[in-house]
């Protein structure tokens, strides 16, 4: 009888898939205490403190350097695509702060005594692939033999200073935009538990591998006040950080809230990341009481998820124009709001 061998899922070499690995935010704040006494030069515009998307630092000559490293494990099977997606999430960084990518290195992390060397030259090449689209170099990188297959990049990028957008510059009235549907942890937490198949998953990894370059653009928008791109933390997550940072709360529309398709569904089947409820625990009291499903959608760790856009009422029309003319999606789901108890309100 003819006995194949099963296929290598990368996915079962990690404990956990895209972004949804990154630290829960009340471990980070852990982490990331007394970072902001070490040396702090005055033009250094964002750091640790801002909780931003990439540390930038003044160049002096009207222009910027943005700075930003990402990485994870695996939330694919097939390693060219985990490599594009991967490195889709990277760039999308640079330009959630109105910058553009410049040049990148390679981060690869390997279990070398357990998946082929072969298998991470496609991960890297699927990183490269998305590189070039965007005519960034792939200039090098470091590599390690790690317990788990994990990739990404370090990206280096550039912004005229007046179109750098931060997290936490929103304004009161601000109308709130969202490019993305949410549900990527879900999707991929089904791959994972078998309850659906990879080649079921094309449009989902098409949104994954989509890089929000749409964000450079948008930086040369004044009526654009804040920008953020959503992930790991699930839209609450960083919208919180836009709100707190802003000294305001956001007031968002649950049925406002775009969704992949069928992900409903799968959450109904309880396929949903751990990683969600410790995002939940972690800003739970700071949000609004939440139903089941907007507990499981908007807690959601996301995978180079949608750009979180805050604009003046009076740039709205501009923003969708943009939007719509570049093919993106243009989702309004809520508006800054005056400081109140919670720092995000769900109606």
Sequence with gaps: MDQREEPIRLTQFSHG??????????VLEKVLQGVHTQ????????????RDDAAVMDLGNGFALISTTDFFTPIVDDPKTFGRIAAA???????????TPKLALAILGWPV?????????????????????????LAGGHSIDSPEPFFGLAVTGMVQKEHLKRNDTAQLGDILYLTKPLGTGIMSTALKRGKIRERSMGRVFEQMEHVNSIGSAIGNLKSVHAMTDVTGFGLLGHLLEMAEGS?????????????MHGVLDLAHAYCIP????????????????????ALHLLCDPQTNGGLLIAVDPNGREELEKLLQENGEPCLRIGKMIQKEEKGVVVR
């Design 39 to 50: 040396l702090r030069p005055d033009n250094l515009l964002v750091g640790n403190d801002a």
């Design 274 to 293: 751990d990683n969600t409820y410790r995002n939940f625990k972690s800003y739970e009291d700071r949000v609004s009481k939440l139903e089941t499903d």
């Design 17 to 26: 898939s895209g972004c949804g690995c990154k630290i829960a935010p009340e």
């Design 247 to 259: 000294g305001l709360s956001a007031e968002i529309f649950n049925e406002d809230v775009p969704l």
């Design 113 to 137: 005594d357990k998946l082929p060397a072969e298998m991470a030259a496609q991960v890297v090449d699927g990183g490269r692939s998305i590189c070039e689209e965007f005519e960034v170099p």
């Design 89 to 99: 999430n990277a760039l999308s960084d640079i330009y959630a702060m109105g910058g």
